[in-house]
T-cell receptor, first 111, second 112 residues
C-alpha cells in the first residue's frame, strides 16, 4: 500500500461546478497537509496548507482534513476553465520535512 | 521578487553521462530541497539542505548527490545516467526547515 493514494482521474466538469478532490494516506504520523496545483510542464504551486484536522477556506478553495479517517479533501467552488490543471496532495509528519505526494488528479473544466 | 529559479530548463543527455542542475532559492530563503517528478507521478523527495548541510535524503542511489553554496544556491548532480532518470527535477526553497516550501519551474531531463 502506497503511503498516499490519489485517484489520477481524469476528472471533467462543466464551468461553475463544485469539484471534490481527495487523498487517503496510511501514515498516522502525518500532521501537515498541502494541496498544490500544477499546470502542464510547470512547477507545482502551493494552494492550501493545513495543520492537523479541520477545515481551511481561501476564496473558492476549501481544504478539509479528517485524521481519524486518514482522508483529506480539496473543494473548488464555481470552477473555472483556468482551474484546469493537475492537483497534487502532499503531506509530512513535521513542518518543512520531506513531502510525500500523491500521484495527482488531472482536472479539466469546460466552458 | 523572483521566485525559485532553475537552470537549465531543458536538456538531453546520453546514458552513462553526468548532469548538473542548478537552483537559486527565493531571496532570504536558506533551505533548498530537490524532488524528482516522473511523468504521471507526484514529485519524489531527493535531498534537503539547510545552511549548507544535508538535512534529509530520500530513497535514491548514490549516483545522486547535491550541495548547497554559501549564497544558498544549490546543485544536484547525477552520475552514470540511466533512461529511468528522465524526469522533471524540481527545486524548492523555504526560509528554514520548518516552513512551507515553494517550487521552481523545474529542469526537464531526457536521457536517451
Amino acid at each position: 500500500q502506497k503511503e498516499v493514494e490519489q485517484d489520477p482521474g481524469p476528472l471533467s466538469v462543466p464551468e461553475g461546478a463544485i469539484v471534490s478532490l481527495n487523498c487517503t494516506y496510511s501514515n498516522s504520523a502525518f500532521q501537515y497537509f498541502m494541496w498544490y496545483r500544477q499546470y502542464s510542464r510547470k512547477g507545482p504551486e502551493l494552494l492550501m496548507y493545513t495543520y492537523s484536522s479541520g477545515n481551511k477556506e481561501d476564496g473558492r478553495f476549501t481544504a478539509q482534513v479528517d485524521k481519524s479517517s486518514k482522508y483529506i479533501s480539496l473543494f473548488i467552488r464555481d470552477s473555472q476553465p483556468s482551474d484546469s490543471a493537475t492537483y497534487l496532495c502532499a503531506m509530512s509528519p513535521q513542518a518543512g520535512t520531506a513531502l510525500i505526494f500523491g500521484k495527482g488528479t488531472t482536472l479539466s473544466v469546460s466552458s | 521578487d523572483a521566485g525559485v529559479t532553475q537552470s537549465p530548463t531543458h536538456l538531453i543527455k546520453t546514458r552513462g553521462q553526468h548532469v548538473t542542475l542548478r537552483c537559486s532559492p527565493i531571496s532570504g530563503h536558506k533551505s533548498v530541497s530537490w524532488y524528482q517528478q516522473v511523468l504521471g507521478q507526484g514529485p519524489q523527495f531527493i535531498f534537503q539542505y539547510y545552511e549548507k548541510e544535508e538535512r534529509g535524503r530520500g530513497n535514491f542511489p548514490d549516483r545522486f548527490s547535491a550541495r548547497q553554496f554559501p549564497n544558498y544556491s544549490s546543485e544536484l548532480n547525477v552520475n552514470a545516467l540511466l533512461l529511468g532518470d528522465s524526469a522533471l527535477y524540481l527545486c524548492a526553497s523555504s526560509p528554514g526547515p520548518g516552513n512551507t516550501i515553494y517550487f521552481g519551474e523545474g529542469s526537464w531531463l531526457t536521457v536517451v
